[in-house]
């Protein structure tokens, strides 16, 4: 799974949680629902300071131990993609192991 994947499955769960929302969009075609979920959940992730990886991370989590192995996952995803030593990107980033 990557930060899309667990963006996508996240906003399924978010919009449960948020039926002032559901009200708001169910007017709107499906593609622009998704939008407006969209801005909604990372204008969220913005007003409690996470990123938008973290907060869908959060939403798909099953139990507080799942939620650090993603978080340690998304952290060495990131650490492969800009080709930097796990060592070196965790003492960078602060991340424990």
Known sequence: MNANDWTEAALAKYIVTNPTLQAEIKELSPEEQQQQILWAFEDEAEDLGIPTWDLAL????????????????????????????????????????
């Open 58 to 97: 959060q939403f798909i989590a099953d139990t507080p131990e799942q939620l650090k192995e993603l978080r340690l996952a998304a952290h060495k995803e990131a650490a492969d993609a800009l080709g930097m030593a796990w060592d070196d990107y965790r003492e960078l980033n602060d991340v424990e192991d």
